[in-house]
């Protein structure tokens, strides 16, 4: 029997800088590792709905060979509980606010703060970059690079 896909939804505020940066970084390792997996992102907000990432996203992604201006964002919604195994949050407002959409408990359970997946980093928001500037892209990358390559990892066991 063929394996099933795992589908992945990355979540932020705007959906057009973390977690189109989480999309992107796992559909590049999946696709380099040869895994059948479905990524997605969304935003808490609707702000942005249509926009590409933010250019510094973009760009920071770019040098390291990972191409995301093809994403676009969107909001997240409550039909995204059944279309996904797992919805990371970037952060706890993120977090918070998914949480307050789910109607019990199989839908709160496909929900984790992306950092959660490092062990040690219980509960560490990723901190949102869109007022700072590219050391704190940098620093999304790092977080984001370390948390996707524990969570392909834990569902190759
Ligand atoms: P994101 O960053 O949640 O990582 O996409 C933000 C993008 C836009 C805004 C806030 C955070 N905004 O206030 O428009």
Not at 17 to 23: D, T
Not at 93 to 98: A, G, K, L, R, V
């Amino acid at each position: 029997m063929a394996q099933q896909k795992t589908r992945v939804l990355m979540v932020c505020l705007g959906n057009i800088c973390r977690s189109p940066m989480a999309e992107g970084i796992l559909r590049h390792k999946a696709k380099e590792q040869g895994l059948d997996i479905e990524t997605d992102s969304a935003g808490t907000s609707h702000w942005h709905e249509g926009e590409a990432p933010d250019r510094r996203a973009i760009q920071n992604l770019r040098e390291r060979g990972i191409d995301i201006a093809d994403l676009r964002a969107r909001p997240f919604h409550h039909s995204d509980f059944q279309a996904f195994d797992y919805i990371f949050a970037m952060d706890s407002s993120n977090y918070e606010n998914i949480l307050q959409l789910a109607r019990d408990d199989e839908e709160r359970s496909r929900v984790r703060m992306i950092m959660n997946l490092v062990e040690g980093n219980e509960n560490v928001s990723v901190p949102d970059p869109y007022y700072g500037g590219e050391m704190q892209f940098q620093r999304v990358y790092d977080m984001l690079d370390e948390a996707t390559d524990v969570f392909l990892k834990e569902i190759s066991l």
